[in-house]
């Protein structure tokens, strides 16, 4: 017969007794740091109190604010404010056309790069993408001081440096703690803020474990009326055996931009010529969205003068112009009706737009005379997945050597949001330089 060996360690009661706790009030429980300077999580006993319906002096006298907090923030703040002493080295050896080309690759730790960018890159860059960590539970490693050198972030690749001082992990058997990830990512943001041109954007790549703190810190550095959107990204088909029962298949692409962006996709009108016009023309829709209460001088029976056709507005959709400037703009040629030339097939008046009308209207409001139309936030398929970035490591490598690539067609279709032929682009967590080879191919 086996006999199982028995564990001589008596059962934690306290630690039990903290988890069923935390299961009835997980808003007691807040991260906090020891006298040791250890990040803990411990109970917060004056909201343990209000919550069992006791309020205390201490409790009802705090001030209480809107807004994103952590220990270790204010610390974050300082690193932004502390200059570099780093300086970067040309490796010319390693390098491709060093004096003609226009692409940079910087090896060293981002945050030093950063700082070090301010001075030449400020307000100058178009667009910034990043795959940062996403806390999944022990995916990134960064020194526990902050006023590190350059040199101890080089030593990434093992847990202590040549002078023995420790590195920090988010491992699994401390828990997920949100702080060393806020407190990793509020310089980092901040400082790529500063870079980002006036009509700049940046893109962030995130799964469900940050994606409220993201949005938050986001918030925060770049104003929450310079949110853009979130794109949600497919980067697989449903799975198994998964936590709840639920199959995670979406990560999110979270857009912050300044006040002067704004997207597009270039596009190329038909135009419609024709003997009686010098140039081209296109039809567009000559009703509004408007009801007959709402528009009543555009709710009228529009009459051909050429045939005498009549045709009534509809009264939850009236017509775009009002009966008293009918004349004018059919004097014009604006408006086109059922018959008047036989390559159209239309039952109902239409606007006709002259393609020089486009040009000015497009030049005046993009800077170029392209026509450009609205970004949607449903990304198509063609973007690719996970298994796609995956592939196109394992093909230029020959083996797996990066997990979860993102596929650069995400990063070309981003990039094409962007109404511009020549600008320049930043991904400070270049992981397996997807970005850069979305922007090379």
């Not at 009030?25 to 999580?41: A, C, I, K, R």
């Not at 400037?325 to 159209?344: A, N, W």
Request: proline content about 5%; hydrophobic content about 35%.
């Amino acid at each position: 017969m086996d006999i199982k060996k028995m564990s001589l360690r008596s059962m934690d009661v306290a630690k039990l007794n903290r988890e069923r706790l935390k299961q009835l009030f997980p808003s007691v429980f807040v991260e906090t740091v020891n006298e040791q300077g250890e990040l803990v999580e411990s109970v917060n006993f004056e909201r343990l109190k209000a919550e069992l319906g006791t309020f205390t002096e201490q409790f009802e006298d705090r001030r209480e604010r809107y807004g994103l907090d952590w220990p270790g923030k204010r610390d974050a703040l300082k690193v932004v404010q502390e200059p570099s002493i780093a300086t970067l080295k040309p490796d010319r050896q390693e390098s491709v056309r060093f004096d003609q080309t226009k692409n940079l690759f910087i090896e060293g730790d981002n945050l030093e790069v950063l700082r070090l960018m301010q001075k030449s890159y400020y307000g100058k860059i178009k667009m910034i993408y990043i795959d940062p960590p996403y806390n999944t539970g022990n995916e990134f490693i960064y020194p526990e001081n902050y006023t590190e050198s350059l040199e101890t972030y080089l030593a990434y690749a093992g847990l202590v440096d040549d002078q023995g001082r420790k590195f920090s992990t988010n491992t699994p058997s401390e828990g997920r703690y949100h702080t060393k990830w806020l407190n990793m990512m509020y310089p980092r943001l901040y400082l790529a803020r500063n870079l980002l041109s006036e009509d700049g954007v940046i893109f962030i790549s995130i799964d469900d474990n940050e994606l409220s703190n993201l949005c938050k810190l986001c918030d925060e550095i770049f104003g929450e009326e310079n949110r853009v959107a979130i794109f949600p990204w497919r980067k697989r088909t449903a799975k198994s055996d998964v936590p709840f029962g639920v199959s995670q298949d979406f990560e999110w692409i979270v857009v912050y931009a300044k006040a002067g962006f704004e997207a597009g996709f270039f596009i190329k009108r038909k135009y419609h010529y024709s003997d009686d016009y010098d140039e081209g023309w296109r039809i567009a829709d000559l009703t509004k969205q408007t009801t007959a209460q709402e528009r009543p001088n555009s709710f009228f029976t529009m009459v051909n003068p050429r045939t005498g056709e009549k045709y009534p507005a509809n009264p939850n959709r009236t017509w775009s112009i009002t009966a008293d400037t009918f004349q004018e703009y059919y004097g014009k040629g604006k408006i086109v009706f059922p018959g008047d030339y036989d390559f159209l097939n239309i039952s109902r008046p239409v606007f006709r737009v002259f393609e020089s009308e486009d040009r000015a209207k497009n030049l005046e409001r993009y800077g170029v005379e392209e026509a450009k139309r609205s970004v949607s936030t449903l990304l198509p398929e063609d973007v690719g997945r996970t298994e796609d970035g995956t592939k196109e490591v394992t093909d230029l490598f020959g083996s797996k050597v990066f997990p979860f690539a993102k596929p650069s067609s995400l990063i070309k279709h981003l990039m094409k949001m962007i109404p511009d032929d020549d600008f320049i682009v930043l991904d400070f967590f270049a992981g397996s330089a997807t970005t850069a080879q979305g922007c090379w191919t």
